[in-house]
């Protein structure tokens, strides 16, 4: 056992029995022996006879003689850095308390102490907790661990609902069906405009033939246009109308 824990168990004991300050120096030091008591017993020396000492001048000349100062400021730094992270909150709380004994001037107040207590909580219990007003940094921490067990509870509860609750499928191929549009054609207005195509076709077809055909009146010879009313026999070349009405006359 290190000189800092022999100091929190002794002074642990004393408490129980009910000790005050004087009662738990005069113990403790009787409980001392080795290098530890030479070094009180010279620490007693410089003092004037029958000096009396309180518990915390006590266990600061302890620490001063028995711990060294790399020591000391080396768990300082830890403790300044000390955040719960993902640890659970009693175990934020025992190395809260372990390590805040080399930094006595950062919690040798109630209020001093709390804000360093919020300051290392994890987000999710700091916000809650920084609403409570007026209260002691015990009735702080058993606020956090209270805290930390509902917030255990609604996890599991959130747990055991998403593992009975039927999961959706989402297909990975992608949605042809979003981006195909088939093109559905009117029957009716094609075969209007097949038709509509033929005419126009045989119509520049006649036009084509009679230019380069042109027509002769099989009585008078003359040519006809190609406007022109055609009367056809049953044989022989056609002949204008014109001359047909003619010759119906002497």
Same mark, same amino acid.
């Given at each position: 056992?290190? @000189?800092?824990d022999? *100091?929190m168990?002794?002074?642990?004991k *004393?408490? %129980?029995?009910g000790c005050?300050?004087?009662?738990?120096?005069?113990? $403790?030091?009787?409980?001392l022996?080795?290098?530890?008591?030479?070094s009180?017993d010279?620490?007693? @020396?410089?003092y004037? @006879?029958?000096?009396v000492?309180?518990?915390?001048? +006590?266990a =600061?000349? +302890?620490?001063?003689?028995? /711990?060294?100062?790399?020591?000391v400021?080396?768990k300082r =730094?830890?403790f300044e #850095?000390l955040?719960?992270?993902d640890?659970?909150?009693l %175990?934020?709380v025992?190395? &809260? #308390?372990k390590? #805040? =004994?080399?930094?006595?001037?950062?919690?040798n107040?109630?209020d001093?102490?709390k804000?360093r207590?919020?300051?290392?909580?994890?987000?999710q219990?700091?916000v809650?907790?920084?609403?409570?007003r007026?209260t002691e940094?015990q009735?702080?921490?058993?606020? $956090?661990i209270?805290?930390?067990d509902? &917030?255990k509870?609604?996890?599991e509860?959130? =747990?055991?609902?998403?593992? &009975?609750?039927?999961?959706? +499928? /989402?297909?990975?191929?992608?949605?042809t069906?979003l981006s195909f549009?088939?093109r559905?054609?009117?029957?009716?207005?094609?075969?209007?405009?097949n038709n509509n195509?033929?005419n126009?076709y045989?119509?520049?077809r006649?036009?084509?033939?009679?230019?380069?055909?042109?027509m002769?009146?099989?009585?008078?010879?003359? *040519?006809m246009s190609?406007?022109?009313?055609? *009367?056809?026999?049953?044989?022989?070349?056609?002949?204008s109308?014109?001359?047909?009405t003619a010759? #119906?006359?002497p």
């Amino acid at each position: 056992m290190d @000189a800092e824990d022999w *100091l929190m168990d002794t002074e642990r004991k *004393l408490n %129980t029995v009910g000790c005050n300050d004087q009662e738990k120096v005069r113990y $403790a030091t009787h409980l001392l022996c080795g290098p530890a008591a030479s070094s009180w017993d010279n620490i007693v @020396a410089v003092y004037p @006879a029958g000096k009396v000492f309180t518990w915390e001048e +006590f266990a =600061r000349k +302890f620490r001063e003689s028995n /711990v060294p100062e790399s020591i000391v400021e080396l768990k300082r =730094r830890e403790f300044e #850095s000390l955040e719960q992270k993902d640890k659970a909150i009693l %175990t934020y709380v025992r190395e &809260f #308390s372990k390590l #805040s =004994r080399y930094a006595v001037e950062e919690v040798n107040t109630e209020d001093k102490k709390k804000k360093r207590f919020l300051r290392g909580l994890s987000p999710q219990f700091k916000v809650q907790l920084r609403m409570m007003r007026e209260t002691e940094f015990q009735e702080l921490v058993e606020a $956090a661990i209270t805290l930390e067990d509902d &917030f255990k509870q609604l996890q599991e509860e959130k =747990r055991k609902k998403a593992k &009975f609750e039927p999961k959706r +499928f /989402v297909s990975n191929k992608p949605n042809t069906s979003l981006s195909f549009k088939p093109r559905y054609s009117n029957n009716n207005n094609n075969n209007n405009n097949n038709n509509n195509n033929i005419n126009y076709y045989n119509s520049r077809r006649n036009q084509a033939f009679q230019t380069a055909n042109p027509m002769v009146c099989r009585s008078c010879g003359l *040519l006809m246009s190609t406007g022109a009313s055609i *009367l056809v026999d049953s044989v022989g070349p056609p002949r204008s109308e014109v001359c047909r009405t003619a010759a #119906s006359f002497p």
